[in-house]
């Protein structure tokens, strides 16, 4: 189910705005997110593991309560928390709205501002998109939305450590250990369903041309299939079924692999290759209907060895390859460059992922990437409704 639903149903969360006609109700739902917090805190703060999944699931919320706040929320927000940034006050902003517009390339109206020392945004100013004045640069909130949501994961990350450390102070309550236990295990992330109808049946002869809304984990599955005329099999598994998501029927799937394999035989496909394109399209063996794969199995489960090409390229790739093949997808900004590298250092691979996918779309996503192919879906949609505004209505 959709996060936002899945939200609206048991954690709504009115926006403060809304305090002078439902006061109550906003404290009772201020109230039980604090509380759900913090319990999941103690239940998720006792493995890297554990952590690791709760900062990505509690750092999707976020971004997604953050960028649908209003711009004054935003402002509050950031103003409550001890950042090192100075807000641009309304009277400012209004005294120097040309010269912020200018820069900013359009109009500021719903736009807030910080300002830092100038050295710390060298490739704003570089790229000219901050307006400068006495060492300070004005940057709009909009471009800080990575800064603040790294900035959140970093403090979480370090909550959680601390809690954990303070954790074996619990260990002879036998009433909260058991729940909290029971807690850790029951956690499921909300599971992306893919929509092969986003785009209907694909032919095996259109992949090559729709890469161009593949993920990078695909991108990358997809050139060494093309350049090797071959992958291995954990690759294959993972390739093949974020196809089959996409909507390449078995039939197309076989033509796609048996083409793609060209140094091969008929022969030694049929023998080695077939069976496993049916086996996990549930045709053959156990008859399973197996899934495409989500961000967090791509990441923790069969690691790639020597040779192989599935995984997910934030994580396995060395920092010089990850940027070549970033750029490869068309980013040249140094600091959206630098805003992944800074995301796989801290190994927030979906924040890297997500900035990638908002770079190379101009668009920004209220959740996070966990799922290639709901990395896929959204491409395609938001290419499908530039090409529509493009194209002139028809009488
Ligand atoms: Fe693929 Fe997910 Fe990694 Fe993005 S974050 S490259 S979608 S595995």
Known sequence: ?????????????????????KGDVLDDERRKDHYSHFILRLAFCRSEELRRRFVRAESMLFRMRFVTDTANERKEFVDSLDFDWENVSEEEKRKLYEELSAANGKPIDQEAFFKVDFTRVPDLVDGRRVYLRNGKAYVPVSAQISLVLQDFCLRLEKGLEMTARALPRLDEDDRLIPILNHLSLGFSAPEFVSDTTAIGEIKAAQVDELVQHFPLCMRNLHSSLRREKHLKYFSRLQYGLFLKGI?????????????????????????E???????SYGLEGTRRNYKPYSCQQILTEHPPGPGDAHGCPYRTFSLENLTAAVEGMGIRDAQVLRTVKDAVKNRHYHVACTKVFETITSTSLAESINHPNLYFEKSVEIARAKKQQLEPAVE
């Open 273 to 279: 290759y077939r069976y496993n394109v049916r086996h």
């Open 247 to 271: 909507g390449l029927s078995v039939e197309e799937a076989l033509v796609f692999w048996r083409t793609a394999f060209s140094t091969i035989t008929d022969d030694k496909f049929n023998k």
């Open 1 to 21: 189910m959709n996060l936002k639903i899945l939200l609206e149903k048991h954690l709504p969360m009115n926006s403060n705005a809304t305090r002078g006609v």
